[in-house]
Nanobody
Framework: VQLQACGGGLVQAGGTLRLSCAAS????????MGWYRQAPGKRRELVAS???????YFADSVKDRFTISRDANKRTMYLQMNSLKPEDTAVYYC???????????????WGQGTQVTVSS
């Protein structure tokens, strides 16, 4: 399973960005998908996640500013980021729990990360 994340960039505070993450390769099913971020000198943290039923989770720091969604095929995920703040600056990683075979186990997969920089 390969996860390709894109959409990062440089934006001023108050601006918006939309990240996307596309899953490809040998996939039987994808369960939960999520976005993590890691700022310099800080631990990687979960920003938002979405399961196959559409239930979502958001970290308190991004509630009411970020939304997460998935395509109907469940293999592409988006993170709409509004009202961005300098403290949102980080490398954003997409992650997925997926099975490559019907009777195989669920494993964790990670994308390569995309840089989001918010200037004040």
């Amino acid at each position: 399973v390969q996860l390709q994340a894109c959409g990062g960039g440089l934006v001023q505070a108050g601006g918006t960005l939309r990240l996307s993450c596309a899953a490809s390769g040998t996939i039987f099913s994808i369960n939960d998908m999520g976005w993590y971020r890691q700022a310099p000198g800080k631990r990687r943290e979960l920003v938002a996640s979405i399961d196959t039923g559409g239930s979502t989770y958001f970290a308190d720091s991004v509630k009411d500013r970020f939304t997460i969604s998935r395509d109907a095929n469940k293999r592409t995920m988006y993170l709409q980021m509004n009202s961005l703040k300098p403290e949102d600056t980080a490398v954003y990683y997409c992650a997925a729990k997926a099975k490559t075979r019907r009777f195989g186990g669920v494993n964790d997969y990670w994308g390569q990360g995309t840089q989001v920089t918010v200037s004040s």
